[in-house]
């Protein structure tokens, strides 16, 4: 999916609903479908995302901590980052226009998002029965099932190696990872549609509205542009300098290639070998390399992970829901787990947010409206997260080689 094709789809959407008008109407139930749609394929990819994780990563532990270590605390920061700006600047303040003319949600979970009640959040994270996380589209528990079925298949798959008998273990490992290529296969062909929603949703606004309904927009992209600013030039900067003792300008002239691809990709994995070749120009190792780029991209979700906290809240505001503390962590939690395996798919944001919402009990009607602008802050993810790739493999490989110095020394 190109921008311009966005582009032009939010062009015709706004020429049709000034023409249209009121008659426009229907044309919003199209954002609701599509977001139904992504809702329904995003659950059981990220399933199956955890399931085949756990069958195919071969860690190191030692470094595999570090990377944790390292990834846990960028996490950390962008989510309060998120959460952060959005608290202080409130950007879905001005947004209560969209409100009454966006598309009436469906299927969203009933609850208050700001009445949550903590202890029977935690309670239904353990379901009754095993189909029925995968009926009410519940991420959490979903995940509890698939780390459940992902460690017992790793190790009877450990099992039967060691044995050298085949039970198999090792034709369902294949037929997990043959389900996930389908997903996510399927899951792309869904987000093909996404000018076709943004065409639908914005000339539904425009014809109800008109063009004022649309100008609380730029700040939702100028305040998520800021926090993945900060992301970038604070945070990350303070791990290279300070913690690696690596020059500035040395890194950023390395990473360069790889911070224009992913702008221009808008994909952290088509990114990846660019990202390889930036880390061995910085003379980085090539196990920290392959850790941090190859293995632990999956938790170097930093862009996505700061852009859905920030847009939780924004969704908030512009319904005039004050989340608490137990809704703001659960929102963190459920941003964490739908960013895992889910950045390896085209505009992972907009999929993992739908659901995000959902888990938090947020309505979705907004979500169709800011994929026409979505095609900017995918961009801006994406490259947030393959400089937390090269990043994070410029820390690690500091602390290896410090740690190698240090043996060698006793």
């Keep these: 999916m190109t921008a311009l094709r966005i582009l032009a789809a939010a062009a015709f959407g706004a020429f049709a609903g000034a023409v249209l008008g009121e008659r426009a109407a229907p044309l919003g139930e199209l954002g609701k479908l599509f977001i139904q749609l992504i809702k329904m394929l995003a659950v059981p990819l990220l399933f199956l995302s955890v399931v085949d994780a756990f069958l195919t990563t071969r860690l190191k532990w030692r470094e595999a901590g570090r990377m944790t270590w390292i990834s846990g605390i960028n996490t950390a920061a962008a989510l309060a980052i998120g959460l952060g700006i959005s608290r202080v600047l409130e950007p879905g303040r001005g947004a209560a226009d969209l409100i009454s003319v966006a598309t009436p949600a469906q299927g969203g979970v009933a609850t208050p998002a700001g009445a949550l009640e903590f202890g029977k959040v935690i309670s239904g994270f353990f379901p009754a029965s095993i189909a029925g996380p995968f009926v009410d589209n519940a991420m959490i528990p979903v995940l509890l099932l698939a780390v459940l079925l992902g460690a017992g298949l790793r190790k009877q798959l450990a099992h039967e190696e060691a044995s050298g008998e085949a039970r198999g273990a090792r034709g369902l490992a294949a037929i997990v990872a043959s389900l996930l290529g389908v997903a996510r296969i399927v899951i792309g062909w869904a987000v093909a549609w996404v000018p076709l929603a943004v065409f639908a949703v914005v000339a539904k606004v425009v014809g109800a509205s008109g063009f004022a309904a649309l100008k609380s927009l730029p700040t939702y992209i100028g305040v998520a542009l800021l926090g993945l600013g900060i992301q970038v030039l604070l945070v990350y900067s303070f791990w290279i300098r300070v913690v690696a003792g690596r020059s500035l300008r ?161």
């Excluded at 088509?270 to 920290?288: D, F, G, K, Q, Y």
């Excluded at 930093?302 to 939780?312: R, S």
């Design 250 to 410: 040395e890194f950023w002239r390395s990473a360069q290639d790889a911070v224009v691809f992913a702008l221009g990709a808008s994909s952290s994995l088509a990114t990846l070998p660019v990202t390889l070749r930036s880390l061995e120009r910085l003379n980085v190792a090539p196990a920290s390399a392959r850790m941090s780029a190859c293995v632990a991209t999956n938790f170097n979700n930093d862009g996505i992970l700061l852009y859905e906290a920030m847009a939780v809240l924004f969704v908030a505001q512009a319904h005039g829901i004050e989340l608490d503390m137990s809704a703001q962590l659960l929102a963190s939690l459920a941003c964490v787990v739908a960013g895992f395996g889910i950045s390896g798919i085209p505009d992972a944001g907009l999929v993992s947010l739908a659901i995000v919402l959902a888990t938090v009990g947020l309505p979705t009607e907004l979500l169709p409206l800011l994929l026409s602008v979505d095609w900017i802050l995918s961009r801006a993810r994406a490259m947030t997260n393959v400089v937390a790739d090269i990043v994070g493999g410029v820390v690690l490989d500091a602390w290896e080689r410090k740690n190698t110095h240090h043996r060698g020394a006793a």
